[in-house]
């Protein structure tokens, strides 16, 4: 089976740059020999920093460079020269990339839009030369101070795909179909649950050139939270969709009970998507008469009322007046334009513009549970020691924050 280009986990070593010595120098010239001290500065070490670039779309790029390392500051010398500074190291990586600590599983730091810069390691700054601590009283300091020294950390990067829409079903919902219906998108398509292996985006055109973009994910099953079938490892892809369209055919037994079950899973994986904006679409409309859907639509809509009534809230957005229900069929190419409607006016809802604006600063990257962690990596074929979650972790690095005076002749 050839591997996959689509990358969106890789697990990478990185280390800043550590900052240059001072120079401990004094000056011994003819016609000047009370020279006095002429030691240069160390020069700063390189930093690693990350960098958004939308023409990325996976850390495909990233899979093989295992190391990543900057610069060292160069050294100071006599004559008060400066060391030279590391050059820093930009990681381009995809918007929506996440970085986790691999030793502990913290979240480290968030790339969410084109030219967006993090500092992930600081280089360390250069240490003073003898020419700085020159004084009245001290008119020939013999010390110099040392660079501060490079940070490292061993990282996991996650990308999570941004996208308007994602959808949410089982195995063979017709989700694949759908996406290759409303865009250009060609994802694989065929009778056997798990055709799909890997997310993929398709751009859904609308009036006016207006267009909004749609996330596919593999399938879930009940108890995917518990590591069944694919688990839930592709749901990191629509954590950041402003809008989840639930699908589920319509020739199952009960669809309001695999709806909830959909919801369940989610739940499990994040609290925090149930904020989401939703739509339910019931597929595979092609094989049911007009009477069957419209008691269908009734008594989905019937169990919607009754669940917001026992919850004493409604879960589907309060204001908007309970869970918009689509019937479509990708194949017959019936009610598509009906669900671009609705897709789109929830998409522009006032409610969701609010959710929108604030979502960059909202969204809360929970730090990963150690077990959870370790299967992960388990899955991607990495074989770490993993700490405890009772086992305190020292921190990765630590920064000087006054520094040290050391002694020593040049």
Aim: with cysteine.
């Amino acid at each position: 089976m050839a591997e996959s280009n689509f990358v969106d986990y890789v697990k990478i070593y990185c280390r800043s740059g550590k900052g240059g010595r001072g120079s401990m120098h004094l000056r011994h010239v003819k016609y000047n020999p009370n020279g006095g001290p002429d030691g240069g500065d160390g020069g700063k070490g390189g930093s690693i920093i990350l960098r958004g670039n939308h023409n990325y779309w996976t850390l495909l790029h990233l899979r093989y460079q295992r190391h990543i390392k900057a610069e060292h500051g160069g050294n100071g010398g006599k004559d008060k020269c400066h060391g030279t500074d590391g050059k820093d190291v930009y990681i381009d990586v995809p918007c929506g990339t996440v970085v986790y600590n691999a030793e502990t599983g913290k979240y480290v730091c968030d790339v969410t839009y084109d030219g967006q810069e993090v500092v992930l390691l600081k280089g360390g700054r250069g240490g003073l030369g003898n020419y700085q601590f020159r004084t009245a009283t001290n008119q020939a300091p013999r010390y110099a101070q040392p660079g501060e020294p490079m940070q490292e950390m061993t990282v996991i990067m996650e990308l999570k795909l941004l996208a308007d829409v994602g959808l949410v079903g089982f195995p063979n919902a017709g989700k694949s179909t759908l996406v290759s219906a409303l865009s250009n998108a060609r994802p694989k398509i065929a009778n056997y649950p798990f055709t799909t292996m890997e997310p993929s985006l398709g751009i859904v055109g609308y009036h006016d050139n207006k267009s909004f973009v749609m996330a596919d994910i593999p399938g879930i099953i009940e108890g995917a939270s518990e590591g069944k079938g694919l688990g839930l490892r592709f749901l990191r892809h629509i954590e950041r969709n402003s809008l989840l369209l639930f699908m589920v055919p319509g020739d199952t037994d009960d669809i309001f009970k695999e709806y909830n079950i959909l919801l369940n899973e989610l739940r499990q994986f994040n609290p925090e998507m149930l904020d989401k904006h939703r739509v339910l679409a019931v597929t595979k409309c092609d094989l049911l008469d007009e009477e069957l859907m419209e008691m269908l639509r009734h008594e989905l809509e019937e169990k919607v009322k009754q669940e917001s009534i026992d919850n004493q809230s409604s879960p589907y957005g309060g204001e908007r007046g309970g869970l918009p229900i689509v019937f479509i069929s990708a194949v017959a190419q019936t009610g598509l334009n009906e669900l671009k409607d609705v897709l789109w006016q929830e998409l522009n809802s006032e409610s969701n513009k609010l959710q929108t604006i604030t979502a960059e600063d909202s969204l809360v990257h929970r730090d990963k549970e150690m077990s959870q962690f370790a299967r992960e990596l388990m899955d991607e074929g990495e074989n770490v020691d993993i700490p405890d979650d009772d086992e305190e972790v020292e921190d990765d690095f630590e920064i000087l924050d006054d520094y040290e005076i050391e002694d020593f002749d040049e």
